[in-house]
């Protein structure tokens, strides 16, 4: 029982000092769409992890039980609810609130990836480097992003980058020589027995990226979520501290 108490407190002071450091932000895509966000944000020096969550999510579904560890590991933390998303896995995506119905395909939500970078960069006027991390539909998008803006992205991490059915026309594909030793595409095992999946390994592979495969990982960034995953995600965690700390 004393065990029990121990761990309970400890998750509740871990709780208490998540939320302190939070702060909700907004700002504007080109489009004058209002795109929210959640901030932890302690000093300019130290790099930011801008994070991106998949099909039907929002930032807090996806990286509740993420962000705790890359706080304790010294990161700043910009986590995006993008204009496609939903309440798929917990939270809420006030992004997609806002629209009051409008809807937009994978493609179409470009321009919340830039607009989060440009906050970054402008408004917060963050000084140290700066890593886009993507997942399923997302992770293709920071591989368009951080081929666009080369000078202002150190790394990318893409867990599960989406290529084909709608997102074939902006497929990541034809990026990864651009951004050849900086950026890292993460999969579970049982998604590499796809072919097309196997295409793109080979591709980035060949094009200088980094590679991992999680084997007892599901889909996206949820392969470094605990409470998802059948199994320690502790290789999969080592592999993106190994992968940033390299850059």
């Known amino acids: 029982m004393k065990n029990y108490l121990s761990i309970v407190f400890m998750f509740l002071l871990t709780q208490i000092s998540f939320s302190q450091s939070l702060q909700e932000v907004q ?11 959640d901030l932890y944000y302690d000093s300019s020096e130290q790099p930011l992890i801008i994070l991106f969550h998949q099909a039907g999510s929002c930032a807090q579904g ?13 990161f700043n933390v910009l986590a995006i609810d993008q204009r496609s998303g939903g309440e ?21 939500t470009y321009p919340d990836f830039v607009a989060a970078l440009t906050y970054a960069t402008k408004d917060l006027n963050h000084l140290g480097s700066i890593i886009v991390w993507g997942s ?27 290529s084909g059915g709608p997102m074939k026309p902006c497929s990541p594909n034809d990026k990864f020589e651009q951004i050849a030793g900086k950026g890292m595409i993460l999969r579970p095992a ?7 999946v196997t295409s793109q390994f080979e591709l980035a592979e060949k094009a ?3 590679t991992f495969i999680a084997q007892n990982g599901v889909h996206g960034s949820s392969m ?7 199994g320690s995600v502790e290789d999969t965690w080592k592999a993106v501290f190994d992968f940033i700390a390299g850059l």
């Not at 700002?27 to 966000?37: M, N, P, Q, R, T």
């Not at 996806?62 to 010294?74: C, D, F, R």
């Not at 798929?88 to 179409?108: A, I, M, P, S, W």
């Open 62 to 74: 996806e990286y509740a039980n993420v962000i705790p560890t890359l706080l304790k590991n010294g």
């Open 27 to 37: 700002f504007l895509a080109s489009d004058k769409v209002e795109i929210f966000g």
């Open 224 to 230: 470094l979520n605990p409470e998802k995953v059948d």
């Open 190 to 196: 049982k998604e590499i027995e796809i072919p097309s």
């Open 208 to 210: 200088g990226m980094s």
């Open 136 to 162: 399923s539909y997302s992770a293709a998008m920071v591989i368009h992003l951080a081929a666009e803006f080369q000078d202002q992205i150190a790394g990318v991490l893409a867990f599960s980058p989406a």
């Open 88 to 108: 798929k896995l917990g939270g809420k995506n006030r992004t997609v609130e806002g629209l009051k119905g409008k809807k937009f395909e994978y493609c179409d």
